[in-house]
Structures are given as C-alpha cells and as structure tokens.
C-alpha cells in the first residue's frame, strides 16, 4: 500500500513492533497510585487496571525495590513516593529554579510571617516545585508536590494570563475532566484582567479568609515559568505585624529578585 493510508498503517505496525508491555504495565501502576493519597491494596490495583493480582505481584514487587512506591509499616496499601519528584528536580530547568527561588523564598517567608509556594504549570495543572513555611507557630502552606487548578487558583490565573495565545489554548485543553474548565469570555476577561494588573489578588478558591497574593516569574527569555503565591491569613488577635498591602509589595520585590536572577531583565512598563 502506498500514499498516506499506506503510512498510517506503517506507523502503526511500527507502535505495535515496539510495544513494551512490562512497561506500560508499570507506568499505568504508577500512575494509579499517583491518584490515590491512601494508598491502593494489591487487589485493588488489580481492579482498577482490569488486571490480576499474579499478573502485578512481580511488577509491585520490582518498583518497590526500585523506591518508587512503598507499603507502609502495619499496612497493605501500597503508596507512590517522592522519587518521581525527586527526579523530575534533577532536570535541570527545574533544578535552576528551585535553587534560585528557594532563599528568596525563605527571606519572603521570615519577612512577612507568611508561607509561600512556586507553582509550575504541567500536563493541565500547577504543580508546587518549592514550598516555604513561615518561621512562626501559625503557618498555612501547601503541600509541596501538590497539584494545583489552573481556572481555581491564583497561581493558576498567573500561568494562563502571561502565557501566549498559542500555549494558554493548549494548557485550557489539557485541564483535567475533574476540573473547571472556562468559557472562552470569562477566560478572556481574567487574562485581560491579571495582564493588566501584573498580579493576581483574590479570595482563595478553597480556603475561607484567606487572601492569594500572586506574581508570575520570568526566565531569560521573557517567558512566564512559575507563579510565585503566598496564601496570606489575618491574625484576628492582631498579633500579625504585617498587613496585606506591605505583603503584596515584598511579595512583587521577590518575583522580581527571581526573575532576575533568572535573566530576565526586561524593564517595567
């Protein structure tokens, strides 16, 4: 066969030839587990996957001695860790950020006794690369390696509004079916708005009394890579020496300290 037609029927001759059964089989485990914070039990995994328990068991055993999942003490619930995390931070655009961010984030954290986090978008969602904790007895963070909406979240408003058209169309059609997606007006509207501002200021979308101060970091070439986020909280004691607005002010002069470092040099408007 000839033409396209003969070319489509190669290339799938050519995807079966090289199919990895093992493979995938491990790769859907992983990414079950990567849905389930409890834990899933053999027979459960089994389930979930339209498998058997005898067709897992050497596939369960080889990534657990591998670190990339673990049962804990007293359970039969097999988890997911953090090597996955782990390598994705030896990739080293990642691993630039992270090093530059993380002690401009931890002086942000002890000058406003407020906890900060860096969200990166990835595959429809943010994702939390570093996560700083304020140095005081109240704290209200997020877990680090979280995943974040994009439409829901401050950080995910930053990583939309400062995207080009092109890669915002692309990142609104890999959401999540579990999350929002936004009408084409409403979506227009929030970039509008946030581009416009150069920040993002809003009520949390899950927490009650809990104001999200954002501003977007850029790398070199001017491109949005992460948002900078801090999940800001009143003390009702008024022990809290730090309002909101001298909070957004340092939390601006931190994207910034980032973003430079990063290369980005662009002046503002």
Known sequence: ??????KKVQGATRKRQYAAPALEKGLDVIELLSREEEGLTVSEIARALGRSVSELFRMLVVLEQRGYIHMPAGTDRYRLTLK??????RFRPVQRLTAVATPAMRALA??????????IYY?????????QDAPCERILSVRLGADVPLLDSCSGHLLLAFADAEAREAMVAKIPREHRKPGRRDLATMVARVRERGCEVIPSAQIQGVTDIGYPVFDHTGECIAALVVPFFFFIDGSHPVDLATAQQTVA???LRISSALGWNALPE
């Open 123 to 131: 595959q429809g969602k943010g994702h939390v690369v570093v996560q």
């Open 1 to 6: 066969m000839s033409g396209a037609g003969g």
């Open 84 to 89: 996955l995390f782990e390598l994705a931070h």
């Open 253 to 255: 002069e931190t994207s």
């Open 110 to 119: 002890s000058r406003i006794e407020q906890s900060c986090h860096l969200v």
